[in-house]
C-alpha cells in the first residue's frame, strides 16, 4: 500500500483554499515571547469581502475554541443575524453568559493582523474583538476578573 504523499501549503495558498473553501478564514497567532508580551489570539478573514462585516478577533483561547465560537458568529451573520457592538449582549453563548463585540483602532493595533493586508490589499478593512466571560459570567474589565486571566483576554477593543 503507498503512503498518502503530503505537500505542505504554503501560507498564502493555504488562505485563499480557506477562501475559496469557506469564503473566510481564521488565523492563529502564538503567544509573543517575554519581550513583547502578547497572549495567543485568532482572528478572522473574508468577512469584509463575505458579509460586509469587519473582521472578528478572539485572545485567549485555543485555536479550536477560537474557531467554535467564530463559526458560531460567522453562521449567526450569514444567517441575517446582527450582534450589536460596543454593548454587552446575551443569546450566543450558553447559560445567558455575556460577551461584548468591541470595534478596534486599526490604526493602533493593525500590526496584530498580518494577514489582513494580503487578503485586502490597499482596501480598507476593520477588526472588531470578541471579548468573553469567564464561567462565572466575569468580563476583564470587572473587579472579578480572575489575576490567571488578566494576560489571556487583553482588551484592545474600545470599551
Known amino acids: 500500500m503507498t503512503e498518502p504523499a503530503y505537500e505542505p501549503m504554503e501560507h ?18 502564538a503567544p509573543s515571547d517575554r519581550e513583547h508580551l502578547r497572549a495567543a489570539y485568532s482572528y478572522t ?30 453562521n449567526h451573520l450569514r444567517s441575517g443575524g446582527s450582534l450589536p457592538t460596543g454593548e454587552l449582549f446575551d443569546g450566543l453563548l450558553d447559560n445567558q453568559l455575556v460577551s461584548a463585540l468591541l470595534d478596534i483602532e486599526v490604526s493602533e493595533f ?38 490567571n486571566l488578566k494576560y489571556a483576554q487583553p482588551v484592545i477593543g474600545n470599551w
Open 12 to 29: 498564502e495558498e493555504k488562505l485563499q483554499w480557506m477562501l475559496e473553501t469557506h469564503g473566510w478564514g481564521i488565523e492563529p497567532v
Open 45 to 74: 478573514f473574508g468577512l469584509e469581502a463575505l458579509l460586509g462585516h469587519p473582521e472578528l478577533v478572539i485572545f485567549g483561547l485555543a485555536p479550536v475554541a477560537a474557531r467554535g465560537l467564530l463559526d458560531l458568529i460567522v
Open 110 to 147: 493593525g500590526d496584530y493582523f498580518p494577514t489582513l493586508p494580503l487578503i485586502y490589499g490597499d482596501q480598507p478593512w476593520r477588526v472588531r474583538q470578541f471579548v468573553w466571560p469567564d464561567r462565572s459570567g466575569a468580563l476583564p474589565w470587572d473587579n472579578h476578573w480572575p489575576e
